[in-house]
């Protein structure tokens, strides 16, 4: 008797608010057009707010089960680097998910596994079962092409990237210096590095991938992927952003109070941190610059710029205390401060927002395209120095602040910046381009736009089990 069940997909993600977004987004699409049902299998993230949380939970659809794997305490990798922390965290919990494959498989057989950058070693586990993969990219296209390149770079060079003579060329994209080649594996001697070069090998092995991007975005870096050697199909499925009903928060009913596009929003993505130095010099150079803005500004981290990935501190009684003194008075006018989360989609797509200064994250980044939001680049870790390359170079819609030879960008160049975006006109012109890439998602997520036929191309080889 032919069985009339949904046919039945489980994406796995590592750790982090960032990775999970994307799968989210993904499965509601395929819950909702394409009638699968869903296992969204998640690790425990414990830094992010409790409301967005609870927004992200509720507004999955039914079609769509969330589980979580077991959290593992805070002490399990002691002075390992944030990015080896995440690699190591999946690996640990390898044996769960087996068991929980294997439940699923009982129940209600899978027609594919699909898994994010930090998840590669589940391919062993599909094997054991039998279950097609894919690989995710939560990325650009641009670094996907790096990863199935960085094989072929490590054989190729002996030293450090930072070191390397020429910058890297990869197919469609604009060349990057070593240096600016993403942070962890910037220390070849270090875990990390193995970690990704390890992962990076195993990318021939999956039956397709998908990535968070789309072809108007990235035409060449996307025509490269699919003209590549060795490398599996490709589909630009993006941008698939997390999109809720209307929250209540108060940053909301401020911006309903500014003048159409004069706000410009900032914020470092649910795991960017900057130095107190630097937290200072941001302040004042808002300050300077008379523009109005919001401005999502957590507690800064003693000495470096880091990723809170699994954690973060919080100074209950007072989470402003790291500001200038006298800046909340000075600024009561022109700004609007909140210590930990806003409902960011709705912050950029509000009509106050003019601009936004960004770290980077593709996540950030999509939502502010699909807005038709300009941009301030201004990187952090992980693959963000190779994302404002990109923006600022090739998709031309961002301005990135001149750093000093100490690390630090200072309060003058900071309100040029914000000035140059928001009253300048280069800022007109980055306005106009962000507004013709807004377009360009809407085609690309529209009927019979090119993601929305990858998604329906690759729904189609999970349906006929081929």
Sequence with gaps: MEDRRPRHIALLSSPGM???IPLASFARHLARHHHFAI?????????????????????LPDEVNVVSLP??????????????RVFLTVKANLPHLRSLLRSLESTAPLAALVVDPFCLDAFDIAAELGLPVYFFSTSSCMILSFAFHLPALDASFVGEYRDLPEPVRLPGCVPVQGKDLI????????ETYKLFLNSTKRLPEAKGVLTNSFEDLEPGAVKGLKDGEGIPPVYPVGPLIWTVPDEEHECLRWLDRQPPGSVVYVSFGSGGTLTLAQTRELALGLEISGQRFLWVAKSPHESEA????????????????????????????????????????????????GGFLTHCGWNSTLESIVKGVPLIAWPLYAEQKMNAIQLTEDVKVALRP???????????????VVKCLMEGEEGKRLRKRAKELSDAAGRALGPGGSSIRAMADVAREWMDGS
């Design 402 to 416: 001149k750093v000093t030879e100490s690390g630090l960008v200072g309060r003058e160049e900071i309100s040029r």
């Design 306 to 353: 880091n990723a809170a990935y699994l954690s973060a501190r919080k100074n209950e009684k007072n989470p402003l205390d790291f500001l200038p003194e006298g800046f909340l008075e000075r600024t009561k006018d022109l700004g609007f401060i909140v210590p930990s989360w806003v409902p960011q989609v709705q912050v950029l797509g509000h009509a106050s927002t």
């Design 183 to 190: 942070e962890p594996i910037q220390d070849r001697g270090k």
């Design 39 to 59: 296992t969204l299998i998640a690790h425990p993230t414990d830094h992010s707010d409790s409301s967005g949380n609870r927004s992200f939970a509720d507004s």
């Design 71 to 84: 959290n593992l305490p805070p002490d399990a990798f002691p002075d390992t680097k944030a990015e080896a």
């Design 18 to 20: 960032g990775h999970l």
